[in-house]
């Protein structure tokens, strides 16, 4: 299903590579959590599947395709078969939840009969039923992510890259999203999600694979995951998280009309955070 | 159903950025108001052409006594030269290019004259014996007139020669150098435009880069991507070629045939008939502009 030969990665402006002779297999109907540190290759690795990226050297095998040679071209209908999840929901704010998912499917020319059965149907199994007419911003930070998994899933993918679902939102809520992706899973959609959040790769018990500076260093079947990290916010701040919202942080600088550059250093997971900073607004 | 969304999306982004559609239009038609004036003025150039170069002719004028140019020497051109002037014009070398020729004398010449001129004061100082006898010839090709000055420009009883070409020469190079300065001018609104129409269009896909990014990661494919844009620009540009073939309507009725052909009423010049020719210009390159513009500009969003 997902096979990568020997990859590496090494970004134009990075001394260090990003993924580092990368070696593995992931089979059709696995549930795989990706873990380890900021920079550990974790994003990379993603971007790689989605082919946002090409690796510098090695091979991916992608239900069958081999990325290196797949055309510029066929990158979109290659992609129908994958649904993306993010840390930042993306959903669209000025389009209703129904719409949000609706949106996948129209762009890909489906029709509307077909898209008002797909759409209740998928919005049912991620516990949504009831809010097809509600805006995102009426929505808490797990029902947004929710919605950001319906559509997702919507299309049937073969394979669901989820990039920190749960880093936005608090324990209660993650075991819902958690709940939503053993479903999807079961389903028989194979699952790839990268996460930080150690309580819940040990409650889940499924495929653990860490990196650490783009080696992976570790890869069990049904493992946990430990950090230094999460021992000192255990310690010190667990009793104040607890009960805090999360604080999203607007970066300050402005970049009234932005390169695209996904090989910058600082590209975070699949980088389109850059999309985010901006006004919504006609600039005149 | 999927058109449908295209041409929803399109219709979203031109409602969305009106102040730059405005000047996409402003600027396309003005640009191609220039296209549209330097075609007509090279439609004029030629309906002139060929309705003066048919009938200019070479002039052959013979000596008279006042004249002291050429092979003159203040004597009246005799028979016999005139006689030897014909023979040449007969001869097998130059019949071959002669369409025909005839002759005038002084009283034709004064008769031709005074109709001409006709209400001027300088016709009462004209005496038909100041007028040249002339030869005037009708050429098969007007443009090897050089053959008639070789064969008769020297020979005695000639003052001189000149082919009537000559004075329209000027009147169309003056004409050509106006449609070179409105083709000039035109070239340089047109790479404005083109620039306007590719800003216009990265504004436009940058106030829906959410709808991008997501259409990119579902794998909407580039064309689906791309067409409400290219759209978005082609209409912008449509409009303004519309307006640019309204204004050139405009200036062929009201300026040309009405002040002009008022003004000079002896010139033939070109009619709205003759301009239809230049709407489908107009339309296929603002199109064209716009579309390509658009399409390079959106293409910057989609690299994969």
């Not at chain 1, 999309?275 to 006609?282: G, I």
């Not at chain 2, 100041?130 to 053959?147: G, H, K, M, R, Y």
Request: charged share 20%; aromatic share 8%; net charge negative.
């Amino acid at each position: 299903m997902i096979r990568f030969d020997g990859v590496s990665k090494v970004y134009r402006s990075g001394n260090r590579p990003a993924l580092h002779d990368a070696t593995l297999e992931v089979k059709p109907g696995e549930f795989v959590f990706l873990v380890g540190a900021s920079g550990s290759g974790k994003s990379s690795f993603l971007r790689l599947i989605l082919r946002e990226e090409r690796a510098s050297s090695g091979q991916i095998h992608v239900l069958g395709q081999d990325l290196g040679r797949l055309s510029n071209r066929k990158v979109p209908h290659y992609r129908r078969n994958l649904g993306v999840v993010f840390q930042d929901f993306r959903l669209l704010p000025t389009k209703t939840v129904f719409d949000n998912v609706a949106f996948a499917l129209r762009v890909l020319g489906k029709s509307e009969a077909f898209i008002h059965d797909a759409v209740p149907e998928v919005l049912g199994l991620v516990g949504l039923g009831n809010k097809e007419n509600r805006l995102p911003h009426e929505l808490s930070g797990g029902e947004q992510q929710r919605v950001a998994i319906a559509r997702a899933v919507v299309n049937k993918p073969a394979v669901l890259l989820a990039d920190e679902p749960t880093g936005n939102l608090d324990p209660a809520t993650s075991n819902g999203i958690m709940d939503v992706l053993r479903n999807i899973n079961a389903a028989g959609t194979t699952v790839l999600m990268a996460t930080h959040d150690t309580a819940i790769v040990n409650q889940m018990q499924k495929r653990v694979i860490e990196l650490s500076e783009g080696h992976i260093i570790r890869d069990e079947a049904s493992g946990s995951y430990q950090t230094k990290a999460h021992a000192i916010i255990t310690e010190d701040f667990e009793p104040t998280r607890a009960d805090s919202q999360p604080i999203l942080v607007e970066p300050l600088d402005f970049d009234p009309i932005p390169d695209f550059d996904p090989m910058a250093p600082s590209s975070e997971a699949i980088d389109l955070s850059y999309l985010d900073r901006m006004k919504d607004e006609d600039p005149l | 159903m999927s058109l449908n969304f295209v041409l929803i999306e399109a219709w979203n982004g031109l409602r969305r950025n009106v102040s730059m559609v405005v000047s996409v239009i402003l600027v396309t038609l003005v640009s191609l108001t220039f296209v549209g004036s330097a075609v007509l003025l090279q439609l004029q150039v030629q309906s002139m052409k060929s309705f003066w170069y048919d009938k200019a002719q070479v002039a052959v004028y013979l000596c008279t006594e006042y004249s002291t140019l050429g092979q003159c020497d203040q004597a009246e051109a005799s028979a016999e030269q005139i006689a030897a002037v014909e023979a040449q014009l007969k001869s097998t070398t130059l019949t071959p290019y002669i369409d025909k020729y005839y002759f005038e004398n002084h009283d034709e010449a004064y008769t031709n004259f005074t109709e001409q001129f006709k209400g001027s004061g300088v016709v009462d100082l004209v005496t038909p014996d100041l007028l040249p006898q002339t030869f005037w010839v009708n050429l098969n090709d007007p443009t090897q007139s050089a053959i008639i000055f070789e064969a008769v420009g020297g020979m005695s009883g000639v003052e001189s020669v000149v082919d009537q070409r000559s004075y329209l020469d000027g009147i169309f190079s003056m004409l050509n150098a106006a449609s070179l300065t409105a083709v000039g001018v035109a070239a340089l609104m047109l790479i404005a435009a083109a620039l306007l129409i590719a800003t216009t269009i990265r504004l436009s896909a940058f106030s829906r880069r959410r709808e991008l990014a997501i259409m990119r990661l579902v794998g909407a494919s580039n064309w689906f991507i791309q067409t409400p844009f290219i759209l978005e620009g082609v209409v912008a540009a449509t409009v303004g070629s519309l307006l640019a073939c309204g204004a050139i309507a405009v200036i062929v009725v009201f300026f040309v045939d009405g002040f002009l052909q008022a003004s000079l009423p002896t010139t033939a010049f070109i009619q709205l008939s003759d301009s239809w020719i230049v709407f489908p210009i107009l339309l296929g390159l603002g199109a064209i502009l716009a579309a390509g513009s658009a399409y390079v500009a959106i293409s910057r969003y989609l690299r994969v």
